[in-house]
């Protein structure tokens, strides 16, 4: 990836801002802008592609001579005076661009960054030095997720904060449950998917080798105090079994055996809130909790079942958006 140099080729006037002073000056700060930024983290920017919730996008940055060749093939799209920088590599649905003339970040039409102050175009700058920052203070983190049509070697960044104010984390009988949530992007609508990652880190305070998931319970309030109430069996069909050390991830009708797949970590689950209408100007809320029992659904302990607490997290429209 090389932000220094602008990529030579033969001189069109097809896209308009390379014949404009302003353009030139805006596209040659942008370079070094990211440059900057690159450089000073690079540790932390080379290659990055961002899983976002239920595998809905995975975004990653482009190589200035590649963004350049984007630009031009969407302006029909985009218009005049946006370099893409960012977007998908499956879908067009997600593209970031910046705006040449006000350096504005924009992911479709929607700001990415809050605004740049008067005289000032440094809002590639910022939103990446914001993403950096969330990097370094362990807000995104590294995964291991195998996101289709991607190979392995690329580092994947979990755009689910993992640290921070806008995280839960509540350990219930040696259970935790680590929750959090983000705004969907690509929505025409408000919405927010969530995720929730429950693990076993005290197995005397579990009191007994596993437990299964039964049911779950959530409590989602939006910025006006309406309030949705949510019951069902399970997580999007799933009964995991967590033991100390990991889970088996088994169905409702299945009953876990030694010779199963037993799987390391957390156990993730995602899902979405769907339309909420009451979130601007206040911030939403999702908490509930999930209801264990003490060995299996079908070979269950001579223990009472209990409830694993999700706590409050927030549902709010971010300031920055990745």
């Given at each position: 990836?090389?932000?220094?140099?602008?990529?030579?080729?033969p001189e069109q006037e097809t896209f308009s801002l390379r014949s404009k002073p302003w353009g030139r000056g805006c596209l040659r700060w942008c370079a070094w802008c990211m440059g900057c930024t690159t450089g000073?983290?690079?540790?932390?920017?080379?290659?990055?592609?961002?899983?976002?919730?239920?595998?809905?996008?995975?975004?990653?940055?482009?190589?200035?001579?590649?963004?350049?060749?984007?630009?031009?093939?969407?302006?029909?799209?985009?218009?005049?005076?946006?370099?893409?920088?960012?977007?998908?590599?499956?879908?067009?649905?997600?593209?970031?661009?910046?705006?040449?003339?006000?350096?504005?970040?924009?992911?479709?039409?929607?700001?990415?960054?809050?605004?740049?102050?008067?005289?000032?175009?440094?809002?590639?700058?910022?939103?990446?030095?914001?993403?950096?920052?969330?990097?370094?203070?362990?807000?995104?983190?590294?995964?291991?997720?195998?996101?289709?049509?991607?190979?392995?070697?690329?580092?994947?960044?979990?755009?689910?904060?993992?640290?921070?104010?806008?995280?839960?984390?509540?350990?219930?009988?040696?259970?935790?449950?680590?929750?959090?949530?983000?705004?969907?992007?690509?929505?025409?609508?408000?919405?927010?998917?969530?995720?929730?990652?429950?693990?076993?880190?005290?197995?005397?305070?579990?009191?007994?080798?596993?437990?299964?998931?039964?049911?779950?319970?959530?409590?989602?309030?939006?910025?006006?105090?309406?309030?949705?109430?949510?019951?069902?069996?399970?997580?999007?069909?799933?009964?995991?079994?967590?033991?100390?050390?990991?889970?088996?991830?088994?169905?409702?009708?299945?009953?876990?055996?030694?010779?199963?797949?037993?799987?390391?970590?957390?156990?993730?689950?995602?899902?979405?809130?769907?339309?909420?209408?009451?979130?601007?100007?206040?911030?939403?809320?999702?908490?509930?909790?999930?209801?264990?029992?003490?060995?299996?659904?079908?070979?269950?302990?001579?223990?009472?079942?209990?409830?694993?607490?999700?706590?409050?997290?927030?549902?709010?429209?971010?300031?920055?958006?990745?």
């Open positions: 990836m090389c932000w220094r140099r602008w990529p030579r080729g000073r983290c690079w540790s932390w920017t080379r290659g990055w592609s961002s899983i976002s919730a239920l595998n809905l996008s995975s975004t990653r940055m482009f190589p200035l001579r590649s963004a350049v060749t984007r630009t031009l093939l969407a302006l029909p799209r985009t218009g005049q005076g946006k370099l893409i920088f960012a977007g998908s590599l499956l879908t067009n649905s997600r593209t970031f661009t910046v705006d040449l003339r006000t350096g504005s970040v924009l992911l479709g039409s929607q700001e990415c960054s809050p605004p740049s102050a008067v005289g000032r175009r440094d809002g590639l700058l910022r939103w990446m030095e914001e993403y950096v920052r969330r990097l370094q203070a362990g807000i995104y983190t590294s995964t291991k997720v195998d996101f289709e049509g991607l190979p392995m070697e690329f580092p994947r960044i979990n755009l689910f904060p993992d640290a921070g104010p806008e995280v839960s984390v509540v350990v219930t009988r040696g259970i935790e449950a680590r929750a959090s949530a983000m705004f969907v992007t690509e929505s025409p609508q408000v919405m927010f998917t969530y995720s929730i990652r429950l693990r076993v880190v005290d197995p005397d305070a579990l009191g007994c080798g596993s437990a299964q998931l039964s049911t779950r319970h959530w409590r989602i309030t939006d910025g006006l105090g309406n309030t949705e109430e949510v019951h069902g069996n399970g997580v999007i069909g799933k009964y995991p079994v967590l033991f100390p050390g990991g889970f088996q991830d088994v169905d409702e009708d299945s009953e876990p055996s030694a010779t199963q797949l037993r799987h390391e970590g957390f156990f993730c689950y995602q899902s979405c809130t769907g339309r909420m209408t009451g979130i601007p100007p206040g911030q939403g809320t999702f908490q509930g909790h999930l209801r264990f029992i003490p060995g299996t659904l079908h070979t269950p302990l001579e223990m009472p079942p209990f409830d694993v607490v999700v706590g409050p997290f927030p549902l709010k429209i971010p300031e920055y958006m990745y």
